[in-house]
Nanobody, 116 residues
């Protein structure tokens, strides 16, 4: 099993920045890919950014390209999402995801609210 613990959400003004963290524990040795998803009220959960661990390949939703950056600290088993130039439409609950073999693991989610 893999446990994911997110932190770093909050309230920020438009144009501001936040950094989300996702600390993985448990059977982390076989995680192939990690990512950040978000879900706004009334919307489906969508992929924001993904990172393939063995290659370092990253991909982003078109709506966040150039503003968000996913990165990792292998020593801490932690993945980050740096969010810059935040917009009101970025408001959502953000979830960390880990893919291990055919399994998906999710964090509890962290609220990000962009509002003046």
């Amino acid at each position: 099993q893999v446990q994911l613990a997110e932190s770093g959400g909050g309230l920020v003004q438009p144009g501001g920045s936040l950094r989300l963290s996702c600390a993985a524990s448990g059977s982390t040795f076989s995680i192939a890919r990690m990512g950040w998803y978000r879900q706004a009220p009334g919307n489906q959960r969508e992929l924001v950014a993904g990172l393939t661990l063995f290659s370092g390949y990253t991909n982003y939703a078109d709506s966040v390209k150039g503003r968000f950056t996913i990165s990792r600290d292998n020593a801490k088993n932690t993945v980050y999402l740096q969010m810059n130039s935040l917009k009101p439409e970025d408001t959502a609950v953000y979830y960390c995801n880990a893919k291990r073999y055919s399994q998906d693991f999710w964090g509890q989610g962290t609220q990000v609210t962009v509002s003046s």
